[in-house]
Structure formats: C-alpha cells, structure tokens
C-alpha cells in the first residue's frame, strides 16, 4: 500500500485554485499588523484532487489570520518617587495610577501607539512576569515610612497580553524635620565710657 501524503499551501489570496501567490515555506514570512492566509491542500500524486479553505457559513476548513500585536520597548525608564512624610504618621500612600503609569506610557518607543498598553503594579517581580492579577497592588498604594519598597511595573498590549515587559522603580519615603522653638537668649554687654573732665564737660555757648 502506497500512503500519498498531502501538500499543504498557503496562499495570500482568495485566489487559491492556483498556487502562484503561494508562501515560500522556506523562508521567514514578513507580516506587518496582520495578514488573512488562504490554504490549498493538495494530493502530491495529483494535485487536482484538492481541498480549499472555505470562509462561508457552516464550513469547517477556513483560512486564517496572522496578527501581529506590538510588544512595549522602555526607552527611558521611570524614575523612583520620593516623598516626605509632612504628617510624620508613618506612613504614606501612593497614586500610582496618577503619579506613575504617565511617565512609564512616555518613556515608550515613540512609535508605539500607548493607548494599546496597559500597566499594572505588584511588589515582586515575580508576579508581574506571570500577571497574577489576584497579587495586583491597590491603589492608592501605603508604604510604612521605614520602607522604600521595590514596585514591579508591568507594561502589556490589551490585545494579547503575552507581549509585555516589565520595569521597577522605588517608593521612597522621608520624615519631615521638626524643629524646636529655641529658648530666648539675653546677653548683657557692658559699655565702658570715657572719664570727661570739668573744662571738656562745659558747653560755651
């Protein structure tokens, strides 16, 4: 028994009773944002006796779509945030949301079109690598003023999430000088006159 194994092509085109646009399998193929693929597959001792993609209702050999999502490259990374601790109550919050996710979308490639990422925080790096949303860190965020915490920013497309990066920065938190009011102080200076004689004390008028 002699097995005939198919070949399958796939095309660019709709166009897929010939195999003139079909992909070169041999080379690396070049999709910028998406491309819809076609497929022809063929029987190698006959190609007439063949089976295409088929895109209408109730079919169940369709073509498919190369998407190409954007992945987020840092290119200035975001500075740590430092705050003093006015109240000095020992701790602070933080708005992340507010104070951070601006500078991390502006320190992108300018290429990127930024409305299509999203950043979310944790407190380890962990986490932020496997986007574990249940360890998302609330915002506003409390920091104890004996803490500079390392956050975890995780920068991700929202049409697939699995093209992402992360950068860290730090919370940093110092307590506010209070100064005391110092005691009055009063030194007396005693001022030494010149002894005047009667002729130098008299006044001629």
Known sequence: MIILFPIIQLLVDAQTSSTTNAIDKDVDYLVTNSQRVY???ENIANTDCNAISDD???STFNSFELIVDAAPV???????????????V?????DLITDQTPQI??????????SVFEVLYFDNLSDAESNTTSAII?????VNTSLNP???????????????TTVDFKLKVTDTPTPTQPTQFIESVMILLPVLT????LVFF
């Open 90 to 94: 020992g701790f602070l919050d933080f």
């Open 39 to 41: 497929v022809r597959v």
């Open 138 to 142: 609330a915002n506003p965020y409390r």
């Open 105 to 114: 979308l502006n320190g992108l490639d300018p290429s990127l079109d930024t």
């Open 198 to 201: 009667l002729m130098e004390s």
């Open 150 to 164: 390392t956050i975890y920013a995780r920068v991700h497309n929202v049409n697939n999430t699995t093209c992402y």
């Open 56 to 58: 209408s209702a109730g």
């Open 74 to 88: 840092v290119v200035t990374p975001p500075l740590d945030i430092n705050r003093c601790d006015e109240d000095r």
